[in-house]
């Protein structure tokens, strides 16, 4: 906090590596962290969803060969709009922003984009994915909603992912977890249900939540934040065996490009690839697609958080 009594901005948001971190790992695949602008409730940072994004794609590039991407912090959150603070892009935008990622990614040789999507309302992602198909570039939107239940599980979350909507015990813990420091005092009493919100989609949050909560973040605890995002790095394997085939082409290109004197800097890729292949016999038995809730075809299907 500076002087002023203004808060810093969230550390550990942005990747620090340079080019030469870069060229050496030869990754075929990057992690693109989706977040969001929007209300929490009194207690949680309007930036929630991209620290939780970036908290579980920084865990992932910790274990695995992929390229950490800086987030885009600003996505779909107009069900937020009765609430100050909060900031949208258009589906539209949102897609055209993932659209010339890509495309730059491809330019460099990286043909693996996993969009690591942190808020229940961008359900175009999963058009996104979808219509990637022979585009030049895979994707996969993880974590998807058997990853979040499988993490749910081992992190003993009380609250079901129906009821634990927004900024209730999942999000809640992993911000005490990965930005203890961006929580105010008084979560610990500002639970609130409602199960029942047939018509979010059309009237936003507003009619089923005064606070912007709909959870129980009383529940929350750091312990939970940390299995929550160690039981998705566990189920993160099955994804990148989707890449398979990409870590493959990059390995063979890394070597026909570089002479035989530099073959020091071919090795990552190989080594990328053996990671790879190693993950596909994880066990853990399903491969990531969108995040929260009870909507069925949507985002909302994964995480139960919005």
């Known amino acids: 906090?500076?002087?002023?009594?203004?808060?810093?901005?969230?550390?550990?948001?942005?990747?620090?590596?340079?080019?030469?971190?870069v060229r050496a790992a030869g990754a075929a695949v990057a992690l693109l962290p989706v977040g969001s602008f929007e209300?929490?409730?009194?207690?949680?940072?309007?930036?929630?969803?991209t620290v939780v994004a970036c908290?579980?794609?920084?865990?992932?590039?910790?274990?695995?060969?992929?390229?950490?991407?800086?987030p885009i912090t600003l996505s779909c959150s107009h069900e937020h709009a009765g609430w100050p603070g909060t900031v949208s892009l258009s589906a539209a935008t949102l897609c055209a922003v993932v659209a010339d990622v890509a495309a730059s990614l491809r330019r460099s040789g990286v043909r693996g984009l996993v969009l690591v999507n942190g808020h229940g309302g961008n359900y175009v992602l999963r058009n996104v994915v979808q219509e990637s198909a022979g585009s030049g570039t895979r994707?996969?939107?993880?974590?998807?909603?058997?990853?979040?239940?499988?993490?749910?599980?081992?992190?003993?979350?009380?609250?079901?992912?129906?009821?634990d909507m927004h900024a209730g015990e999942v999000e809640t813990s992993i911000l005490l977890h990965d930005q203890p420091e961006l929580l105010r005092p008084g979560y610990?009493?500002?639970?609130?249900?409602?199960?029942?919100?047939?018509?979010?989609?059309?009237?936003?949050?507003?009619?089923?939540?005064?606070?912007?909560?709909?959870?129980?973040?009383?529940?929350?605890?750091?312990?939970?934040?940390?299995k929550l995002l160690a039981g998705l790095v566990d189920s993160f394997a099955d994804c990148l065996a989707l890449f398979a085939g990409e870590t493959v082409e990059a390995a063979e290109a890394g070597k026909?490009?570089?002479?035989?004197?530099?073959?020091?800097?071919?090795?990552?890729?190989?080594?990328?690839?053996?990671?790879?292949?190693?993950?596909?016999?994880?066990?853990?038995?399903?491969?990531?697609?969108?995040?929260?809730?009870a909507a069925p075809a949507s985002v909302d299907a994964g995480r139960g958080t919005r």
């Open 1 to 21: 906090m500076t002087r002023s009594g203004k808060r810093l901005p969230a550390s550990g948001l942005l990747p620090a590596d340079t080019t030469e971190d």
């Open 39 to 49: 209300q929490h409730g009194p207690y949680l940072p309007l930036v929630t969803d």
């Open 55 to 70: 908290a579980v794609a920084r865990e992932l590039a910790a274990v695995y060969p992929v390229q950490c991407l800086p």
């Open 139 to 163: 994707m996969a939107l993880f974590p998807g909603p058997e990853d979040w239940d499988a993490a749910r599980k081992g992190a003993e979350i009380r609250t079901s992912s129906r009821s």
């Open 188 to 226: 610990e009493t500002a639970d609130h249900l409602a199960d029942e919100r047939r018509h979010l989609l059309t009237l936003g949050m507003r009619p089923y939540t005064e606070s912007g909560v709909i959870g129980r973040p009383s529940l929350a605890s750091a312990e939970k934040g940390r």
């Open 256 to 293: 026909a490009a570089e002479p035989a004197e530099a073959g020091h800097g071919t090795s990552a890729a190989p080594a990328a690839l053996g990671r790879t292949t190693a993950a596909a016999g994880g066990p853990h038995g399903r491969p990531g697609s969108p995040g929260p809730g």
